[in-house]
C-alpha cells in the first residue's frame, strides 16, 4: 500500500544524504518533499501540516546541537521516523480484558469494510491465545450475513450465536443481549458481536449501534475500516466517533494498492490508536498494529521484528532444534530438513508480503512484484517425489532417478538438476559456516563470524604401522642398522 510513500520518501533522504554537511536551506527542501508525498499518499491536510511542522522545527534545533562528525542526515532521518511513528499512534495497544469473563468486543463500521471476515480473524487470533470467544450474528439487514459468519466461524473452529436468520428478519439487540447470557451460561470468555452496517452514514445505523452497545456495555468498541477509501475513511471515523463512540480502530484491505491516507490520519484525527491491521484475505493474514514497525516499513527499512514473529509462529520448536543439534554435531543438513523449511515457510503466507519486510525491498521492488508464488510448490513436488534414500543422499541422483523424479513432479529434468545443484551448494556454505568459515560470497566475513561455534572435530585416525619386510637384509635397512 505505501509503495509510492516509500520511493518519495527513499528519493528525499538519498538526496540529503548526498548533501554532505547539511544547512537550514537543505532541512527546508527535504520537508517540501515530504509534505507533497504526504499530500499525494492522500493524507490528512491537518495531519500533514503538524507532520511537516514538528518534522522542520526539531531537525533545524537539532542541527543546531550535533557535533562535527555526526552523521546529520541519519539524526534528521530519525526525527522523521520518531514522529512517523507518533502520527500512526505512537505505542501499539492491547485489548482490555473484562475482570470477570466474558469480555465483550463490538464491532462497527460500513458495510464492505470487512466486519464479518475481521470478526472471524480477531476470534482464531484470540483463540491461538487460549481464549474460548464466541461469535454474534447481530448483522441481521445485509443478505446472507449470517450465513456467512457461520461459514467463517466454522472454518476457525469458533461457535456462532445465531438464532436469528437474517435478510431482513429478527431483532439484532435483542440477539446481542442474548449472547451474552449465552456466553455466560456457555462459559466463554469472549464475546464478539458483528454488527450491520450501511453503505453510508445515516441515523438508522447510529441508532442500532447505539442501542446495541447499551445492550450489551461492551469493554471495546472497534472502527472497522477499509484503509482503501481514502479521505472517507477519516470522515465516516469522526462521525462513528461523535455518533457510537469507539475505543481502537482496526484497519482492513492494507494489502491494497491504495494510497494508504486513511492509515496515516485516522489515529492523529480522531485521538484513538490502530489496535489491529488486517493485511489479506486469509484468516492468518491478520496482526496487532504496531506504529514504529509501520513507520520503519514506510520509511524503508523493513519490519524484521513481524517477519522473526511470523518464522517463529510457522516453524516448529522441536523441528529447529533438531536442525541446530544436526548442525552442531556435524550431520549434512539434507533434502528431508530443507522440505521441512519449505513446509513452515509456506505456513508464513506470501512470499512477496515476507521479502517486503526485509531492509531496503523498496528497491527490490520489481522483483518482489515478480516472484513466483507457486515457485515453492513446484520445489516441494520434486522433493516429494524422490525415496527417503534420495532425499538423504543426493550423489545416487544418477540420470534415471532424475528423469524419474522429473516425471513424478510434472517438472523437468532440467528443473531437478537446478534444485539438486542450488541444494549441493547450500550444503558446503553450511559446512563451511559450521567450520568457522566465511560465506561464500562474502569474503569479508571472518572465521567464526558465522554465529554458531565451529563443530567439534574428530580426533585423526591412528597412523597405520607400517609392514616390516620379510627379507632380513631390507628389514636391517628399514631400522636403520646398515648405513
Not at 452497545?213 to 481514502?230: H, N, Q, W, Y
Request: glycine share 10%; aromatic share 4%.
Amino acid at each position: 500500500m505505501f509503495d509510492a510513500l516509500s520511493s518519495k520518501f527513499a528519493g528525499a533522504f538519498s538526496a540529503l544524504r548526498s548533501r554532505g554537511k547539511i544547512s537550514e536551506k537543505d532541512i527546508e527542501s527535504t520537508t517540501i518533499e515530504i509534505r507533497q508525498a504526504l499530500l499525494e499518499a492522500d493524507v490528512a491536510l491537518d495531519v500533514v501540516e503538524s507532520f511537516t511542522t514538528k518534522v522542520h522545527s526539531k531537525s533545524v534545533e537539532l542541527l543546531s546541537t550535533l557535533q562535527a562528525g555526526t552523521n546529520q542526515a541519519q539524526a534528521i532521518f530519525d526525527v522523521v521516523n520518531l514522529e512517523l511513528t507518533e502520527i500512526l499512534g505512537g505505542g501499539a495497544r492491547r485489548i482490555r480484558f473484562a475482570k470477570n469473563p466474558p469480555t465483550v468486543i463490538m464491532l462497527a463500521g460500513l458495510q464492505g469494510a470487512g466486519k464479518t471476515t475481521l470478526a472471524a480473524k480477531l476470534a482464531k487470533f484470540y483463540k491461538d491465545q487460549g481464549e474460548t470467544p464466541i461469535l454474534v450474528a447481530s448483522d441481521l439487514q445485509r443478505p446472507n450475513a449470517v450465513n456467512q459468519l457461520q461459514v467463517v466461524g466454522q472454518s476457525v473452529g469458533v461457535p456462532v450465536f445465531a438464532p436469528e436468520p437474517g435478510n431482513g428478519v429478527g431483532n439484532p439487540v435483542q440477539v446481542a443481549r442474548d449472547a451474552i447470557t449465552f456466553a455466560n451460561s456457555k462459559l466463554h470468555s469472549m464475546v464478539i458481536v458483528d454488527t450491520a452496517g450501511r453503505l453510508g452514514v445515516d441515523q438508522e445505523l447510529m441508532n442500532e449501534a447505539i442501542a446495541i452497545r447499551d445492550a450489551v456495555s461492551p469493554d471495546e468498541i472497534l472502527f472497522v475500516v477499509d484503509a482503501m477509501i481514502g479521505q472517507d475513511a477519516v470522515r465516516t471515523a469522526k462521525a462513528f466517533q461523535d455518533g457510537v463512540g469507539f475505543d481502537g480502530v482496526v484497519l482492513t484491505k492494507l494489502d491494497g494498492d491504495a494510497r494508504g491516507g486513511a492509515a496515516l490520519s485516522i489515529a492523529a484525527l480522531t485521538g484513538r490508536p490502530i489496535m489491529f491491521a488486517s493485511t489479506g484475505e486469509k484468516i492468518s493474514d491478520f496482526d496487532i498494529f504496531y506504529p514504529d514497525r509501520m513507520a520503519s516499513r514506510i520509511l524503508g527499512m523493513g519490519d524484521v521484528a513481524t517477519l522473526a514473529e511470523q518464522a517463529k509462529k510457522a516453524f516448529d520448536g522441536d523441528s529447529a532444534k533438531k536442525l541446530e543439534d544436526k548442525f552442531l554435531s556435524g550431520e549434512d543438513f539434507t533434502l528431508d530438513d530443507f522440505l521441512e523449511q519449505l513446509e513452515a515457510m509456506s505456513k508464513m503466507g506470501s512470499m512477496g508480503k515476507l521479502l517486503g519486510m526485509l531492509p531496503g525491498a523498496g528497491a527490490m521492488k520489481k522483483q518482489i512484484e515478480n516472484f513466483d508464488e507457486s515457485e515453492i510448490t513446484r520445489t516441494k513436488s520434486i522433493v516429494q517425489s524422490m525415496t527417503p534414500g534420495e532425499r538423504r543422499d543426493v550423489k545416487v541422483l544418477n540420470g534415471s532417478r532424475r528423469a524419474r523424479i522429473a516425471l513424478g513432479a510434472g517438472r523437468k529434468v532440467s528443473d531437478v538438476n537446478s534444485l539438486v545443484d542450488k541444494f549441493t551448494a547450500a550444503q558446503k556454505m553450511m559446512k563451511q559456516m559450521r567450520n568457522g568459515g566465511s560465506i561464500p560470497g562474502m569474503p569479508g566475513m571472518p572465521p567464526g563470524m558465522s554465529g554458531l561455534p565451529p563443530a567439534p572435530r574428530k580426533a585423526p585416525p591412528p597412523a597405520k604401522k607400517k609392514s616390516k619386510s620379510g627379507n632380513p637384509a631390507k628389514r636391517a635397512l628399514e631400522n636403520g642398522t646398515i648405513s
